[in-house]
């Protein structure tokens, strides 16, 4: 199928191209890119006037739960908003029920997702088994699976000779490890950030030494092993800093953050009201609005500031949703009991567009590339790159578009969004995967 994608601006990282033109796409290939391409023949033309015409964005941190209960997400339904967001391929989390500690378990994931031409998902293997932080999973074996990256998501390997083995033993095979930061010890039950708003809700908390504690530990450790390690939702001044110090030094450390934790502070977050089956509202006193609970949790506007900070300065390379579905009847409770995480996948680039782009902290260069670019370079797959004879995985983005957004349109199973009803700008007006259109608004 030849594919014309007329008029936008194309954003290339891998050559720095930067400039308005016409994209050719035949047979899954970037053909041709140029002015005032000829479009005899071609059988779907795509008129990009007022777009950004961008690589397929790459998820490094996507939650699908499945396998698990199926009323939070498929693996199908989770691929579809991916789509919608403009995403091309999504990194699968390991922490699913049961966990994807083995071959067989790598298999389901990825011949679910080749049963329906969407977009593209890898399967990242757990680090321990059954990410318990005790043993080390089969590692050759889930290699061999084709896994990208190795990650206990959303958990430490609290077993310091655990994980440095598994540091090492990674690094052998090239595989990256995504590095979730938390000390269990300190966390202890805590559920939002140690501040005035904790106080005032009477909530346990969250502090920034949970995070901090643990990367320290994992970035001397990635130091000495020399392995290739990326952490995870950084939501720390400390986590930025010690990021980039690490560079410095010279270990081999990539880093992410999350558009809630670069848009969203603690102070954002709304009085709980619980809405039961009859539709009548019930405020809760000294509770909060259960979207608003993530992990990390939000934290200040300083900790925001240095986050920008370093995604202004490519401390961060890494722009990734933690995309976590969940029911509305499993969220509809106190922050206390609710479980952690909001999805983000169809709403992560007009945030990043909205928030930093804008607002002239990053520019859309470098959204490419934090969004695309940098995370194929990290998993070590040929993407991020719309250069002529490359595979066509394109967003087409909208950059005039105004709109609040409405989780009621969401194609992903989860609505737990704490951004409903924010206005933001910028949308995707077609997600093209391996040449073929996945989504057209």
């Known amino acids: ?17 930067e400039q308005e033109a016409d994209l050719l ?36 941190d996507t939650h699908l739960t499945d396998p698990g209960p199926e009323e939070n997400g498929t693996v199908i339904s989770e691929m579809k908003a ?25 298999k389901y994931v990825v011949n679910k997702a080749k049963s329906e031409e969407c977009i593209n998902v890898l399967q990242a293997g757990a680090l321990t088994k059954g990410s318990k932080g005790e043993e080390l999973t089969d590692i050759k074996v889930l290699y061999e699976a084709g896994v990208p990256a190795l990650s206990d998501a959303g958990k430490t390997v609290n077993d310091t000779y655990v994980f440095f083995n598994g540091l090492k033993m990674a690094r052998d095979l090239n595989l990256p490890v995504f590095a979730h930061c938390e000390d ?12 005035e708003n904790a106080k005032r809700l009477d909530m346990p908390v969250y502090s920034n030494e949970v995070e901090d504690v643990v990367m320290a530990r994992d970035l001397i450790l990635a130091y000495k092993s020399g392995a290739r390690v990326h952490i995870s939702r950084c939501s720390t001044h400390g986590a930025v800093k010690m990021v980039g110090l690490a560079k410095k030094l010279g270990v081999n450390v990539t880093a992410e953050v999350t558009p809630h934790h670069f848009t969203l502070s603690s102070d954002d977050i709304k009085e709980f009201i619980s809405v039961p089956e009859n539709g009548i509202m019930i405020p809760h006193d000294n509770d909060a609005d259960t979207n608003y609970k993530v992990k990390p949790p939000l934290r200040t506007l300083s900790d925001i500031e240095t986050i920008k900070e370093g995604l202004k300065e490519d401390v961060i390379d890494v722009i990734a949703t933690d995309h976590t579905p969940h029911t509305f009847e499993s969220k509809n409770t106190s922050m206390r009991y609710a479980p952690f995480g909001i999805v983000g996948l169809e709403t992560a680039a007009a945030i990043t ?57 969401f194609v992903s199973m989860g609505k737990n969004t704490p951004f409903d009803g924010k206005e933001v700008i910028g949308k995707v007006k077609a997600t093209i995967c391996g040449g073929n259109v996945v989504y057209e608004a």
Do not use: W
Not at 1 to 17: C, H, Q, R, T, Y
Not at 41 to 48: G, L, P, S
Not at 188 to 195: E, S
């Open 82 to 106: 991916g789509a919608r967001g403009g995403y091309t391929t999504i990194v699968a989390m390991p922490d699913t029920n049961p966990v994807i500690d083995n071959a067989d378990a790598v």
């Open 353 to 409: 567009y909205t928030e930093l782009v804008l607002n002239d902290v990053i520019t859309p260069m470098q959204m490419a590339e934090k969004m695309s670019y940098n995370p194929a370079k990290i998993l070590g797959i040929d993407k991020g790159d719309i250069s002529e004879g490359k595979v066509a995985d394109i967003v087409i983005f909208d950059i005039k578009e105004h709109y609040k957004i409405d989780k009621s349109t």
């Open 1 to 17: 199928m030849k594919i014309l994608v007329k008029n936008g601006k194309v954003i290339n990282p891998a050559d720095k191209f």
């Open 25 to 60: 796409i035949e047979d899954g290939i970037i053909k041709k890119i140029g002015s005032k391409i000829n479009d005899d023949d071609v059988e779907k033309v795509i008129n990009a006037k007022g777009c950004l015409v961008m690589p397929g964005f790459i998820d490094l």
């Open 184 to 195: 269990a010890y300190l966390e202890h039950g805590g559920v939002i950030n140690d501040d």
